[in-house]
């Protein structure tokens, strides 16, 4: 299986990605890479932070 281009993979299309490849670490940092690009004047998170709240934001999907 070929990997998706993260790069040019809508911003949805890509955290639904992740949410379904929770194990796939490049499609993470690109998505983290994006969203500080979009907003840039958010204090930076450290990954755990992120994971954090990529599952409080996107696990209440999942129910």
Known sequence: MTKPNFQQMPLEQ???YILEYRNDDEAFHIYIDRRRTQSPNQLPMTIEE????????FG???S
């Open 14 to 16: 890509l955290k639904a």
């Open 50 to 57: 992120a994971e954090a709240e990529l599952q409080r934001r």
């Open 60 to 62: 209440q999907q999942a």
